[in-house]
């Protein structure tokens, strides 16, 4: 024991010695340390020395709201080797994807993200390179250093459902649910850190709803990417301070589109296609780092419904028309892809655009009846000229034979008329 702000643990008694020390720790709550026990040998040798683990192990909270630095010392036992690589090997719990993360390094520190409300748990080995080890790495006895934060503030009072989403890449929300047990005229404050702030700072612009702080407004140039950005929202009440959560989160997973607002839609009577296109969502999103859904509807004539959905990268695609359909309706939506972030939430979906079968179909129809009727029309006029010819044809003969009479009957008449009468009938 160095110090009261020091706590020493050992695997088998941190619990006893955690007991002892909560007092000591609540004094020093923004510089948490840990040394590893002294006494605490490895059964490990090379070159006629015991391998022990990194002694005087530290953990230290410098405030940044989970992101602690560790500190360690090169054990006595190797202090004299000569030519020799000393390495560590660090392991540690990833409490936000449950799993250890092991490093191994020539250093005597490291930092890491922790969950400050959940154990803190590092186990340390030290690995020897010497000409006396035959050029092999031998591998000491791990140690483990684990430690507990104290839990304080009122039970029942750490506020739920904490959310954040990165609007367009414009402005992020970050919005809480109050805890069940909220000691009443409550007051939330919400701090924050990233990689480039010397000291965590307050909320820039509170939500507000019904005179109770909900949420927090990140604007953009207060936001940093690609870099771990921690949270805590604590407070005070009149019964008490309220149990403080904490989060730690990368913004560029958080990104959530704005609705796609230009949607067109073609159909293309020959290819029988119809055509889809949009344009990216406004906002600061880069239009490379979108992908898209498209969610098409089909009410077939039978009355059932089709539903597909096909993601895209781009910004286009066609679709076959359904010979059956009645009716089709497309709405598209965005999210930051692969390429620009791990994860991300969905746009909402832009408005419907639909086609019905009349405007889509009937074109179809008018065609073949457009060809049934010009083939009807030729055939009709074709056959009122061949009436008409063999109607000619049937005149003429007709007219032929009248002459023969007329001429026959002319005749007759000069025969037995008187001449006087004659004039009226040449
Ligand atoms: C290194 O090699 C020598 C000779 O081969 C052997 O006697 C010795 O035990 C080896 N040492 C280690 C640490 O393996
Ligand atoms: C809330 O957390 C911040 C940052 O760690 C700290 O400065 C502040 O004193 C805390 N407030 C309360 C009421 O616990």
Redesign the pocket.
Known sequence: MRSGAFITQQRKQKNMLLLNKISAWISASTLLLLTQHPVCTSAVT??GVFVDPPANIEIKDPGLLGQLSIHWTRPDSIQNLKDCTVRYQLRYYDTYEERWRSIRTLKLNFAAQFDLEKPVKVRMFTLLKCP???G?E?QGEETESVYTPELTGVEGSRIREFHCVFYGNEYMDCTWESGPAQPLNSQHHLYYWHSEMDETKECPEYIVISGVRRGCRFPRKSLKEFSTFNVCVNGSSPAGNLRTAFFSLEVQNHVKPAAVSYLRLRVSEMERLVKLDWAPPNGMVPEHCLEYEVESNTTMADGTDHQQRKGLENTSIDFLKEGESKKSCFRVRSKVNMYCADAGFWSDWSHIKCIASQETYVPAWDHLILVGLLVIAIVFILIICLSLWILRKICMKKTSKKGVLYTLYKQKLHENMPTILSPIFQ
Do not use: G, R
Request: overall charge neutral.
């Open positions: 090379a070159c006396c080890t035959n092999t031998v």
